[in-house]
């Protein structure tokens, strides 16, 4: 201190007293910061952790040039001095004071350079493990020229010492803190992003609150997300959403924000090259311990999720380690959801992480292993945003389809799918790739799972509107395709089972049925979905009975009998045929067809045939008698043939 002319004196912050100085041979002028120490001991850790700041360089972050220890009489307390640079600028907090005494909002460059700005600090930090610890509007200052520095960094001995929190450090102080930070005096990186958070919602929202509701509403912020519903910007909200996560693993890294598109924008616009980066493993770090076994390995991915290189690399290795990864499936399952969660703009990561998902869920269907993590949220969400994020990205659509395929296999899953909007997704990409098969066919089995799990009539038709329009159109793509044609018709089994079909897709609907049936009359599959499907419609509309006569100037009854020839010992094609034939009768068009065709006959051998299967013997006498009642001049009792959304039909499956 000999050296230095104390020239003024500020009001003490929560974790010691700030001085201007002179350098009395160099005539600088700087700002010390003496922090209170309990001993002797603590103050040379203190020292030692702080040693890093003297070799920080970077534009925003307020430079440090000395650092010592000094006992002060006044205190008669050992103190930890810290010399900065002393710009003359104001502090953000000021700036702040002035905008919300004149109720004036902050200009959207001003939030750019400001969020671009801290964002390529906080990385310059992270990359050298360096944490602030106490980022709140009075540790950042600002010029007119719209630059940001950030000051008043802490350390571990000082900020971990719980009396010092409790008692010296008020409550205003404390709302900046993220939650672990005041409960249990953990720091990490994550802290920081929850601090400039904080500084970001009152920047955005100082216009609207006195000091005291500003303060109150990040308090709040601790218990619920309330307070976001101010912000209007949908890519500000996004981001605070992802920076106020109460879970420190679930929260954003400032990595996660980098790959952020309105961030990468913030970040061009300050001049920062930032967006262009990767973070990088530490020095003397050389990447996983692979020979040090699965457990090493999964650590080494879970401390450094944010480094791509090691994501990738440690994703590769779980997929050829799939035996370890089924003893460990909740571990590895936070490990992938993390590294999704950290690399939304990686298609490579996406990638990697839906193929060991897809691989646990396959061994789990194969041991009988069933792990919830599996079918939790966290995944079903992270797969929802890799293909929002990826949407032109085939190989990586094609797996997270896969995945939410065997995920909807799981009744609980399905209402997350539901709520989260993934059905909606799925027909959006479906109508984007018609012509990609390996699309479309884990997309219609997703579909058939969902309905089939018995989510409610009313979430299925805010998910799945025009869901039958969709299939229908893709379907005429891939008609000589039997293994997508299957899938197709059993989605649309599922949609008229649930009543999602509207008017105008009946035509489409039918015409495709029964070019499936012309196409593959052998495919036992494709023919029971068609007859299931079929029933449903001509019991709803006249239009689908009318298409049935003559499709393409070719006969629809006699396409029918054709496909049923081809399946004679069938039993559920021959149930689902004379349920079928029991729906046609009714209608009069089509009655002259069924007596031209001679359907009797073909009923008086099923009858013969199933005599020992008493409900299929009985179905076909019944469907038998009311083909012979058409020769009979009383009329037949006719059913409604307006359109309207059928209950779940009574068919064999």
């Known amino acids: 201190m000999e050296h230095y002319l104390v020239v003024d004196t500020m009001c003490p912050g929560s974790y010691g007293m700030i001085l201007f100085v002179k350098d009395k041979d160099s005539g600088l002028e700087h700002t010390l910061k003496k922090v209170e120490c309990l001993d002797e001991s603590r103050a040379n850790q203190a020292l030692?952790?702080?040693?890093?700041?003297?070799?920080?360089?970077?534009?925003?972050?307020?430079?440090?040039?000395?650092?010592?220890?000094?006992?002060?009489?006044?205190?008669?307390?050992?103190?930890?001095?810290?010399?900065?640079?002393?710009?003359?600028?104001?502090s953000l907090k000021a700036v702040i004071a002035s905008h919300r005494e004149q109720k004036e909002r902050f200009k959207n460059k001003v939030i750019h350079m400001f969020l671009g700005q801290m964002v390529d600090a906080l990385a310059y930090l992270d990359n050298r493990n360096i944490l602030h610890r106490n980022?709140?509007?009075?540790?950042?200052?600002?010029?007119?020229?719209l630059v940001f520095r950030i000051c008043d960094f802490g350390t571990a001995t000082v900020t971990g010492d719980r009396a010092k929190l409790q008692i010296r450090i008020k409550d205003s102080a404390k709302c900046w803190m993220a939650p672990e930070s005041v409960r249990l005096l953990q720091w990490s990186n994550k802290s920081d992003i929850w601090s400039l958070g904080c500084v970001l919602l009152d920047v955005l929202t100082c216009h609207m609150f006195d000091e005291e509701a500003s303060l109150s509403q990040l308090f709040l912020i601790k218990k619920d997300l309330i307070p976001l519903d101010r912000v209007m910007s949908k890519d500000l909200h996004k981001l605070l959403t992802m920076m106020f996560s109460h879970s420190p693993k679930k929260r954003a890294s400032v990595w996660m924000l980098v790959n952020e598109a309105f961030v990468k924008d913030c970040l061009i616009l300050c001049g920062s090259s930032l967006h262009t980066m990767k973070k990088t493993l530490p020095r003397g770090v050389t990447g996983p311990p692979f020979h040090e076994g699965f457990d090493s390995v999964l650590e080494f991915m879970m401390t450094y999720t944010d480094i791509e290189d090691v994501q990738l690399s440690v994703l590769s290795y779980l997929l050829k380690k799939d035996k370890n990864a089924l003893e460990r499936v909740s571990d590895v399952v936070e490990a992938v959801t993390s590294a999704m969660m950290s690399h939304t703009g990686s298609a490579c990561v996406q990638l990697k992480s839906c193929q060991v998902l897809q691989q646990l869920l396959t061994a789990g269907e194969h041991t009988s292993i069933e792990n919830s993590s599996l079918y939790g949220e966290d995944v079903i969400s992270h797969l929802l945003k890799?293909?929002?994020n990826h949407s032109k990205h085939v190989d990586l659509l094609v797996n997270a389809f896969q995945v939410l395929f065997l995920v909807s296999k799981n009744g609980k899953a399905c209402d997350s799918i539901?709520?989260?909007?993934?059905?909606?997704?799925?027909?959006?990409?479906?109508?984007?790739?018609?012509?990609?098969?390996?699309?479309?066919?884990?997309?219609?089995?997703?579909?058939?799972?969902?309905?089939?799990?018995?989510?409610?009539?009313?979430?299925?038709?805010?998910?799945?509107?025009?869901?039958?329009?969709?299939?229908?159109?893709?379907?005429?793509?891939?008609l000589q395709d039997a293994v997508v044609t299957e899938c197709l018709c059993a989605a649309l089994q599922s949609l008229t089972m649930h009543g999602l079909f509207e008017e105008k897709d009946v035509e489409n609907a039918t015409l495709l049925l029964i070019n499936a049936l012309r196409i593959h009359p052998n495919h036992s599959g494709i023919v029971k979905h068609v007859f299931i499907v079929m029933v449903t419609l001509v019991k709803c509309s006249e239009k689908a009975a009318l298409r049935l006569l003559t499709p393409n100037g070719e006969s629809g009854v006699s396409l029918i009998l054709t496909a049923r020839g081809h399946h004679p010992d069938d039993r559920l094609v021959t149930e689902n045929f004379c349920h079928l034939l029991n729906q046609l009768v009714q209608q009069d068009a089509v009655a002259p067809e069924l007596l031209a065709e001679s359907v009797q006959e073909e009923l008086e051998h099923i009858v013969k045939q199933f005599e020992s299967t008493t409900d299929i013997a009985l179905l076909a006498q019944e469907t038998l008698s009311n083909v012979m009642s058409l020769n009979n001049p009383e009329p037949a009792v006719k059913n409604n043939t307006s359109f309207q959304n059928p209950f779940r039909t009574h068919v064999s499956t």
């Open 48 to 90: 030692r952790e702080a040693l890093c700041l003297i070799n920080v360089n970077h534009p925003n972050i307020v430079r440090y040039r000395e650092l010592f220890i000094s006992w002060d009489k006044s205190m008669s307390s050992v103190m930890l001095s810290m010399v900065m640079d002393c710009p003359c600028i104001s």
């Open 135 to 145: 980022l709140k509007p009075s540790n950042i200052l600002m010029t007119d020229g």
């Open 386 to 388: 890799a293909v929002q």
């Open 418 to 478: 539901v709520k989260l909007g993934c059905a909606q997704e799925v027909l959006k990409t479906l109508r984007a790739n018609p012509q990609k098969k390996d699309i479309v066919i884990p997309s219609c089995r997703f579909l058939w799972n969902l309905l089939a799990n018995g989510i409610p009539y009313t979430a299925s038709v805010e998910s799945m509107t025009s869901a039958a329009e969709t299939v229908c159109s893709v379907g005429e793509m891939h």
